[in-house]
């Protein structure tokens, strides 16, 4: 059983930086390929960023790119999500999610395992 426990959420003005954290209870962290996803009210969830577990390979949503990075330090079972320049449509509530298959996908079925969510507000 993985879990994942998101954090580093609140609310900042847009054009400021957030760094978010998840932490995953997992003896083999570095097998999975790790995902970020968010969800604004009302709408579905979607794909925000995701790497393999040897961090080389990234894929990230058109709207994030160059102001989002995705991260991971296998040594402390985190993955990370730097978020600069941020734009009030990044308000959401984000949830990082575990993929055993380690492909990284944009697909959010592909992951097996979620966190509880961090919620992120940014004011214009």
């Known amino acids: 059983q993985v879990q994942l426990v998101e954090s580093g959420g609140g609310v900042v003005q847009a054009g400021r930086s957030l760094r978010l954290s998840c932490v995953a209870s997992?003896?083999?962290?570095?097998?999975?390929?790790m995902g970020w996803f968010r969800q604004a009210p009302g709408k579905e969830r979607e794909f925000v960023a995701s790497?393999?577990?040897?961090?080389?390979?990234?894929y990230y949503a058109d709207s994030v790119k160059g102001r989002f990075t995705i991260s991971r330090d296998n040594t402390e079972n985190t993955v990370y999500l730097q978020m600069n320049a941020l734009k009030s449509e990044d308000t959401a509530v984000y949830y990082c999610?575990?993929?055993?298959?380690?492909?990284?996908?944009?697909?959010?079925?592909?992951?097996?395992?979620w966190g509880q969510g961090t919620q992120v507000t940014v004011s214009s």
């Open positions: 999610a575990a993929d055993p298959s380690d492909l990284g996908s944009a697909l959010s079925y592909e992951y097996s395992y």
């Open positions: 790497l393999r577990w040897s961090g080389g390979w990234t």
């Open positions: 997992v003896r083999t962290f570095s097998n999975y390929a």
